[in-house]
């Protein structure tokens, strides 16, 4: 299945120029123009983020595969699954008091279960990591994946403090991209650094009001 959709993306798969020694295609190319537009319109509260979530998790599920970052591509999967219930939240979803979504706090319970939850996940997908797959990085692999997953569920509920998980998702993710070689998404998630900085402070902002 794989062979017959990288044969179908072969024409996204050719390198459009060399960034310091490795080939960038045009896959990954369009894959970041889709992530970060997809940002801006997360920091906007838009929902028109979602569906570029789903595309730009598409393309890149292609290029991890290929890289053997087997658990990003796993993880894009799980993006474009949970990029529609997102999207559902963001136009249909409710709080508890049956009012509509808003941006929030998680409060000190909620930020204690989120850590629960990732020092239970990161280690149970680095071990499934390395018994099923050839990764040879399966820890730090895990890492970002684990915590991606409790990133997007905040991110679909508009609690703030999916913008600090990203910050260290994405800080993580440079340095993992820049062993892989994948220079342009490196740098994509240099930028996305700074763009959780601006989420934060713009997401903390409107949970005052």
Known sequence: MMDTLLLWLQPMLVAAFTLWGSPVTWLEIAALVLSLAMVVFNILVNPLGWPLAIAASLLYFVLFWQSKLYGEASLQLFFVAVAGWGWWQWLRGTQADGSALRVRGLGTR??????????????????????????????????????????????????????????????????????????????????????????????ARMAQR
């Open 110 to 203: 909620g930020r204690v279960a989120a850590l629960a939850a990732l020092a239970v996940a990161w280690p149970a997908t680095a071990l499934l990591l390395r018994s099923t797959t050839d990764s040879d990085v399966p820890w730090w692999d895990a890492f970002p994946t684990a915590a991606s997953v409790i990133g997007q569920w905040l991110l679909g509920r508009k609690y703030v403090e999916n913008w600090p998980t990203w910050l260290v998702v994405n800080v993580v993710s440079v340095a993992l991209f820049a062993y892989k070689a994948l220079w342009l998404t490196a740098l994509l998630y240099a930028v996305f650094v700074v763009m959780s900085v601006i989420g934060w402070r713009a997401w």
